[in-house]
Nanobody, 129 residues
Framework: QVQLVESGGGVVQPGGSLRLSCSISGHTSNAYTVAWFRQAPGKEREFVGAIRRSGGNTNTHYSDSVKGRFAISRDNAKNSVFVQMTGLKPEDTAVYSC????????????????????WGKGTKVTVYS
């Protein structure tokens, strides 16, 4: 059973930065997809970005709303995936959750929450001045 635990959320002023972590346990294969989604109060869940890996082949993908400001990376030794968020805006305020699929998904499927088998409980990010 794969388990995901997010951390790193907090309160930051506009223009600030945060680094979220998704600690992954229970999966030993080097093929997987990890995505970040967010949900703001009163809004639908939104895809933020994803990292797809199979062997030495790794790709990252981002929504237009965060492209150029957010960067997803992985640390295999720590079994973790990170999202470095810079240039934060008030509209980035949300609960951020990581999601896991036990394969390297085809690109057309990474955007959809229904694709993922396992989810963390989320970490809250608040951006305000």
């Amino acid at each position: 059973q794969v388990q995901l635990v997010e951390s790193g959320g907090g309160v930051v002023q506009p223009g600030g930065s945060l680094r979220l972590s998704c600690s992954i346990s229970g999966h030993t294969s080097n093929a997987y997809t990890v995505a970040w989604f967010r949900q703001a109060p009163g809004k639908e869940r939104e895809f933020v970005g994803a990292i797809r890996r199979s062997g030495g082949n790794t790709n990252t993908h981002y929504s237009d709303s965060v492209k150029g400001r957010f960067a997803i990376s992985r640390d295999n030794a720590k079994n973790s995936v990170f999202v470095q968020m810079t240039g934060l805006k008030p509209e980035d305020t949300a609960v951020y959750s990581c999601a896991f699929a036990t394969s390297r998904l085809i690109i057309s499927r990474v955007w959809y929450g229904e694709t993922y088998d396992f989810w963390g409980k989320g970490t809250k990010v608040t951006v305000y001045s």
